[in-house]
């Protein structure tokens, strides 16, 4: 799951378009993945 949010972190760079809802579904994310996508320390 780590390696799709880091994919789409990289293509959203290239996105010309803004992406509806985009905050909330990252919210999402987060919450839902919390120890996946926390950084390593």
Same mark, same amino acid.
């Given at each position: 799951? !780590?390696? #799709?949010? =880091?994919?789409i972190?990289?293509a959203?760079?290239?996105?010309?378009?803004?992406i509806?809802?985009? !905050?909330? $579904?990252?919210?999402? #994310?987060?919450?839902? #993945?919390?120890e996946? =996508? $926390?950084?390593?320390?």
């Amino acid at each position: 799951m !780590k390696v #799709f949010y =880091l994919a789409i972190q990289a293509a959203s760079k290239k996105w010309t378009v803004s992406i509806q809802n985009w !905050k909330t $579904a990252m919210n999402h #994310f987060m919450i839902e #993945f919390e120890e996946q =996508l $926390a950084p390593s320390v």
